[in-house]
């Protein structure tokens, strides 16, 4: 079983038997923040873009784990010079110790001249169900775009999708993508945190149902297991 906690924001730890991987570590200067950076544990820290709630605290967290940074490698060269950090760009993919991982394109800019934006589809072996493979998308920040049709041929067993509005996709665009995409489970992220993205994702989550997609609202701290 890989477990998949929310801290927040776009903040999820992924545990996959010794393997901790850690999306968009935005945790000082978030409110709703389920852990402080101090306390958290990452092998593999992924940076969707340069905005800083989405860098967050990536920069102590690397230097106290030793984690390796995954993000565009225009990225990574720029803010995370004397880090460990994977070189990838958009449309790569990287095979690693726990399985892979594919940076998918996002629309969205990405705060670092040169650079783009991305989301990632993590392919994560599952030891404790016979290293059958997990797939998991991460969206990052995002508008719709058609190109999501692709990632049903993913058959992806988890997606993580912005559904704040005003700086990517709102509940409507985003119930759109969870349709297309048609991942096993859907869960909504990029809400609450801010005034201007304070979004109730019970409206999501209510076009996704009558859509017949799964979906979970989790709350920081909360969890899932894929
Ligand atoms: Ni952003
Ligand atoms: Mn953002």
């Given at each position: 079983m890989i477990d998949v906690k929310y801290l927040g924001h776009s903040c999820f730890q992924i545990t996959a038997g010794a393997v901790r991987i850690l999306t968009d570590p935005f945790l000082t200067g978030n409110p709703y923040a389920a852990v402080t950076a101090d306390k958290v544990d990452a092998n593999y820290i992924l940076v969707s873009h340069g905005h800083s709630d989405h860098v967050g605290d990536t920069e102590s967290i690397a230097k106290r784990t030793g984690?390796?940074?995954i993000g565009s490698i225009d990225l990574t060269g720029a803010l995370f010079k004397n880090l460990n950090t994977l070189p990838c760009n958009i449309g790569g993919?990287?095979?690693?110790p726990f399985g892979a991982i594919k940076l998918t394109p996002a629309i969205h800019g990405s705060g670092v001249p040169g650079a783009l934006a991305s989301g990632f589809i993590l392919s994560i072996r599952d030891e404790e169900s016979a290293?059958?493979?997990?797939?998991?998308?991460?969206?990052?920040?995002?508008?719709?775009?058609?190109?999501?049709e692709l990632l049903a041929e993913e058959h992806l067993d988890l997606a993580m999708l912005p559904i704040g509005d005003v700086f990517t996709?709102?509940?409507a665009d985003a119930a759109r993508?969870?349709?297309?995409?048609?991942?096993?489970?859907?869960?909504?992220?990029?809400?609450?945190?801010?005034?201007?993205?304070?979004?109730?994702?019970?409206?999501?989550?209510?076009?996704?149902?009558?859509?017949?997609?799964?979906?979970?609202?989790l709350d920081p701290g909360d969890s899932i297991t894929v």
């Open positions: 984690a390796t940074i993919r990287v095979s690693l290293g059958i493979v997990k797939k998991i998308y991460f969206a990052g920040d995002t508008a719709l775009t058609k190109d999501m996709m709102g509940a993508a969870a349709k297309m995409i048609g991942a096993a489970m859907t869960i909504p992220m990029h809400y609450h945190t801010f005034p201007f993205i304070d979004q109730d994702p019970k409206l999501f989550c209510n076009l996704c149902q009558r859509n017949s997609i799964p979906v979970t609202a």
